[in-house]
C-alpha cells in the first residue's frame, strides 16, 4: 500500500512543487516504503474442517447400518410372522369350506377337502375326527346301499342280514327299519306260502286253504295271482269232494 500512496503523492508534487508539507509526507512514505517487505501473492489454500467431515461419515455410516439391520430384520423376523399369519388365515378358511362340504353332504369333495388339510397339518384332531366321520359315513352309505340292493332284488335272507348290519351302525338310519319288518314279513309269508304249497302238493287241501287265506289276510299283494289261483283250485277241489260224498 505504501508504494502505491508514494507514487500518488509524486503526483501531486508536480502540481504542487513548492509544498513543504506534502515534500515531508513524500520523504516519509519513501522511507516507509523502502522498510516495508514486498508482499509475494501465494495461492489460495482450501480448508478442510475435518471436523465436519468425520461427523458427517460417522452420520453416513450410522445411517447404513441402520437401514442394514432394519432389512435384515425385516426378512429375518417381520416377514416370516407375516407368511405365518397369511398361511394361518388361508388354512382357516380351507378348513371351513371343508365343514361347509360336510355339513351340505357333499362327502367325496369334503373328504378331498380335508386330506389337502391333513396334508398341511398332520396333527390338527379337528380334521383327524372329520376324516373318521366321513369314513363312518361312506362305510354306512355302502352298508345300505348293500341293503336296498338286496330288498330290491327280492333276496330276503340276504336282505335281513345288510339291513341289520346298517341297524348296527346307525340304528334308525332312514327306512332301513321298515325294510327289516317288510322283509321279516316276508319272510313269514314266504314260510307260510311254502307250507300251503306242501300241503296242497300232498292233498291237505284243508291245510292248504288255511294257510293261503291267511296269506290273503296278511297281504293282499303278495303273490296275488298265485294265492287266488290256488284258494280257486282247493275250493273246487273241496266242491267236488262234497259233490261225490
Not at 482450501?46 to 460417522?58: E, G, H, P
Not at 410372522?81 to 351340505?104: K, P
Not at 348290519?165 to 316276508?186: C, K, N
Request: charged share 25%; glycine share 4%; net charge negative.
Amino acid at each position: 500500500y505504501h508504494a502505491g500512496g508514494l507514487a500518488t503523492l509524486q503526483a501531486l508534487r508536480a502540481h504542487y512543487p513548492h509544498d513543504d508539507n506534502l515534500e515531508r509526507v513524500i520523504q516519509w512514505a519513501s522511507m516507509r516504503s523502502d522498510l516495508k517487505p514486498e508482499k509475494k501473492a501465494r495461492p489460495r489454500q482450501i480448508i478442510v474442517n475435518w471436523r465436519r467431515v468425520a461427523v458427517t461419515v460417522v452420520l453416513a455410516s450410522a445411517v447404513i447400518l441402520a437401514g442394514f439391520y432394519a432389512v435384515v430384520g425385516v426378512r429375518r423376523y417381520v416377514l416370516p410372522v407375516l407368511a405365518e399369519r397369511r398361511a394361518e388365515t388361508n388354512y382357516v378358511r380351507l378348513v371351513a369350506r371343508c365343514d361347509g362340504l360336510l355339513a351340505a353332504e357333499n362327502i367325496a369333495e369334503a373328504e378331498t377337502c380335508y386330506n389337502e388339510a391333513l396334508a398341511q397339518r398332520p396333527d390338527d384332531e379337528a380334521v383327524q375326527m372329520a376324516l373318521q366321520d366321513i369314513e363312518s359315513r361312506n362305510k354306512l352309505a355302502a352298508a345300505y346301499s348293500a341293503c336296498v340292493s338286496a330288498y330290491d332284488a327280492g333276496n330276503s335272507e340276504e336282505t335281513l342280514a345288510r339291513c341289520q348290519e346298517v341297524q348296527m351302525i346307525a340304528p334308525g338310519y332312514r327306512d332301513v327299519q321298515d325294510r327289516i319288518l317288510t322283509i321279516t314279513q316276508r319272510a313269514r309269508l314266504d314260510e307260510i306260502y311254502e307250507g300251503a304249497a306242501q300241503a296242497l302238493e300232498m292233498g291237505l287241501l284243508e291245510d292248504a286253504l288255511a294257510g293261503f287265506e291267511q296269506l290273503a289276510s296278511l297281504d293282499t299283494n303278495y303273490r296275488a295271482q298265485e294265492v287266488k289261483d290256488a284258494r280257486v283250485q282247493i275250493y273246487i277241489a273241496l266242491g267236488r269232494e262234497i259233490v261225490s260224498g
